[in-house]
């Protein structure tokens, strides 16, 4: 059964690949016919009309890149059984890679509650392949690493929401219409530095976007209903902006907690004393593993957050979750927890697998049946 949906999914996609979407231009944002919950304009304004000290401060904890048995041992260490003040399990949002990831890692993240995403199949450089990219080169990175993801991790195909393509580098209208075509919710690869203090709410691509675009090219289609979560900059001790925490330049001591901490906390304050924009810790692993002292302040600053009675630590698709139907904070914490159904992982090695983009080998660890080859652009399942 499972291998007959694999199939008519992938006859649905390569439909879609066939025929690209046409691209109207988007038209200035109506507010009196963009409402909540399917459409929100570009702005800094609070969802709901909410007072700043009425709104949830979302934190979003999020990791780039492969997962493997390496960085799994710090996911395990700092952000496992975590709960929100009001007692629902803290989340985290991961988007992962294929290459070199282990699916069985993946199936242990998401069956802790956390929200696994995508971050294409290849990652591929140079950044111009993405800048230059297509419909159908991004439905091939992220239409079929959705079904990817799902079948080799053995994770819902619907619980699988979000892309950030790599490098943060944005593809004009082509990737949002992939995500309008396969089900794909939001993206969070753009960010922002002109929209901090306020910050930039998530909003949907049916009009045009006020958004600053950083790394061009923006998006200039109406793509109605695909949401934009922007990544707001942090501020470094210089006074320059980064996206990812670990492309800051000017940074504290990395051995210097208590300076690190400082600095996590003044760029969470522009956001919880301000408009209570969601506020990102964007990072990669390999940034916490290295210095101990930026994991140690990490880890005081979700201590924080997880004792604060009007701030919580969401994945990425809660923010999203809440924005299209927002309440007061003292309405949320009455919510019932987010729930999801845990899935099982029958773990099997698989290699040497050949692969048709190199002479290289590969090992893969899943959660079923051994592919063929090794799973690449056009062939996600090694068929």
Avoid at 268 to 280: D, I, Q, T, V
Wanted: hydrophobic share 35%; charged share 20%; glycine share 4%.
């Amino acid at each position: 059964m499972k291998t007959v949906t694999f199939i008519l999914l992938s006859v649905l996609i390569g439909l879609a690949i066939a025929e690209e979407p046409e691209a109207p231009l988007a038209e200035e944002c109506n507010k009196e016919l963009c409402k909540l919950p399917k459409c929100r304009c570009s702005s800094t304004d609070i969802p709901g009309d909410l007072a700043p000290r009425d709104t949830p401060q979302f934190v979003m904890l999020t990791f780039d890149d492969g997962v493997n048995i390496r960085n799994i041992e710090t996911y395990r260490e700092i952000i496992y059984r975590r709960t929100n003040k009001n007692n629902c399990p803290a989340s985290v949002t991961f988007f992962v890679n294929h290459e070199y990831t282990d699916y069985q890692r993946v199936n242990e993240l998401y069956n802790q509650g956390f929200e696994i995403a995508l971050h294409s199949i290849t990652h591929q450089t140079p950044q111009s392949y993405w800048s230059e990219a297509t419909y159908e080169d991004m439905m091939k990175e992220f239409g079929d690493q959705k079904r990817q993801m799902s079948h080799f991790a053995n994770i819902p195909s619907d619980a699988i929401q979000g892309i950030r393509i790599p490098f943060l580098q944005m593809t004009g209208n082509a990737s949002f219409q992939v995500m309008a075509a396969t089900g794909l919710r939001y993206d969070s690869t753009w960010p922002t530095t002109g929209f901090t203090d306020p910050g930039l709410w998530p909003y949907t691509l049916d009009y045009a976007s006020t958004q600053d675009c950083i790394i061009p090219p923006c998006p200039t289609a109406s793509v109605p209903g695909v949401w934009v979560l922007p990544m707001i900059s942090w501020t470094d001790l210089n006074g320059f902006p980064c996206s990812m925490v670990d492309a800051c330049v000017f940074v504290p001591p990395h051995h210097d907690e208590e300076a690190w901490f400082k600095f996590i906390l003044t760029n969470f304050e522009r956001h919880y004393l301000g408009n209570r924009a969601p506020f990102g810790f964007y990072v990669h692993e390999w940034y916490i593993a290295a210095y101990p002292g930026v994991k140690r302040a990490l880890v005081r600053f979700l201590d924080l957050v997880n004792s604060l009675n009007d701030a919580f630590m969401v994945s990425a698709g809660e923010v999203i979750d809440w924005v299209e139907n927002p309440v007061p904070v003292n309405e949320y914490v009455k919510k019932e927890c987010k729930r999801f159904v845990p899935t099982s992982c029958r773990a099997t090695s698989c290699g040497p697998l050949s692969s048709t983009h190199t002479e290289m080998t590969y090992w893969m660890q899943i959660c079923n049946s051994c592919p063929r080859v090794y799973p690449w652009l056009g062939n996600p399942l090694g068929e």
